[in-house]
Structures are given as C-alpha cells and as structure tokens.
T-cell receptor
Framework: AQRVTQPEKLLSVFKGAPVELKCNYSYSGSPELFWYVQYSRQRLQLLLRHISRESIKGFTADLNKGETSFHLKKPFAQEEDSAMYYCALSDKTSYDKVIFGPGTSLSVIP | DTGVSQDPRHKITKRGQNVTFRCDPISEHNRLYWYRQTLGQGPEFLTYFQNEAQLEKSRLLSDRFSAERPKGSFSTLEIQRTEQGDSAMYLC?????????????FGSGTQLSVL
C-alpha cells in the first residue's frame, strides 16, 4: 500500500541553523511528492512540489528514489518557519489520490 | 472570499445523533476531497469526487459515513449515529484534476465534538 512516513513528530532548531525534515514513502512506481505546511491558525497550504523543482521560502526538497525519501531542507531557519509540515504523495494508481504523512512540528528557537 | 469554505466551523453533538457538514470548493475545481484529522496526526483520506462521481471511499471508513456531491459543485459529508471516536477536524480540499501536479486548496475545516 502507498504510505508516507515522517519519523520526527517534533523538531527544534535554533534560528539560523540548518533544518531538515525527513519524509519517506512507499510507492510502486514514480511518485509525485509534495510538502504542505500549516502555520498557526492558518489553513493547510502547499509549500512545494517535487515536479516543479522549486525553492519556496528558502526550502528545497530532493526526491531520492533509491532511498524512497523526499526530505525538506533549508540552510538557515527563520522564526517564521515554525509550523506543522506534512509530506504528501499523489497516488497515480488511484486517480491521483493525495495521501499525507503524520506531520512534523518545527519549532525555530530565537 | 473565493477559497474553499466549510460550514459549520464547529459542531457539538451528542453520541448517536446524525451530523452533516458542507463544503463549497473553488468554483472551477472539479475534484473535491474529504479528510479527517485528529490531534497530532496528518490528514487521513476519507473520500474524493471528480465532478459528481465518487472515485474512492477509504476502506477504513464505516458505513455510518456518506458523502455526496450531487451537481459536481458543493459536497456534503454525513455521519450517522455519531460516536465519540468521530470527534475530529473534518477538512475539505479542492483541486483542478488532470494535471500531473495538481495543488490542493484546503478549507478551514469543521471541528466535530461528540459528547
């Protein structure tokens, strides 16, 4: 079955330090992967998507098919990055249904 | 506001009662999702529609849950004979299907509390 895992429920880093949020997936085929973010009192929203190979708010994510990972990285964390981050996968075998991981709460310490 | 809207924002009900939630997607979006989220968990897939067709319903979902999207616009999610375990945030999202990188737009959710 298609599945997304995020091993860290909580991650705390100091402002200016690098941050990496881990995401692993199980999927038979070529996945479409995303990172969604939920800031305090805001709606869940798309941060970035693998296919666009974009950098949003300084975040990047690289798909590693060998390790089945899609880790989110930022070289210098900012306080405004504190939020819940969810890794998600679009399941092409099921009408592109989007399934989410359990999420990682990132706290950036000033 | 042209985003996804959900009604009500909060619902408190007694065990055994039926509840119905509504979701209005972004107008041109043909795909609509329902998710359930409990504290400390990610959104759990419940069901989704393309236009008025229900594409899939989670196997984890009991028969007490039903969803409709009769005209391919708004959708309703009904829970019959609610149980305390149904207490959660129910999220709706919409997207424009047919692209390899469709983006989900989420509503603010309906927080259900079953007493």
């Amino acid at each position: 079955a298609q599945r997304v895992t995020q091993p860290e429920k909580l991650l705390s880093v100091f402002k200016g330090a690098p941050v990496e949020l881990k995401c692993n997936y199980s999927y038979s085929g070529s996945p479409e992967l995303f990172w969604y973010v939920q800031y305090s009192r805001q709606r869940l929203q798309l941060l970035l998507r693998h296919i666009s190979r974009e950098s949003i708010k300084g975040f990047t994510a690289d798909l590693n098919k060998g390790e089945t990972s899609f880790h989110l990285k930022k070289p210098f964390a900012q306080e405004e990055d504190s939020a819940m981050y969810y890794c998600a996968l679009s399941d092409k075998t099921s009408y592109d249904k989007v399934i989410f991981g359990p999420g990682t709460s990132l706290s950036v310490i000033p | 506001d042209t985003g996804v809207s959900q009604d009500p924002r909060h619902k408190i009900t007694k065990r055994g009662q039926n509840v119905t939630f509504r979701c209005d997607p972004i107008s041109e979006h043909n795909r609509l999702y329902w998710y359930r989220q409990t504290l400390g968990q990610g959104p759990e897939f419940l069901t989704y529609f393309q236009n008025e067709a229900q594409l899939e319903k989670s196997r984890l979902l009991s028969d007490r849950f039903s969803a409709e999207r009769p005209k391919g616009s708004f959708s309703t999610l009904e829970i019959q004979r609610t149980e305390q375990g149904d207490s959660a945030m129910y999220l709706c999202a919409s997207s424009l299907a047919g692209t390899a990188w469709e983006k989900l737009f989420f509503g603010s959710g309906t927080q259900l509390s079953v007493l």
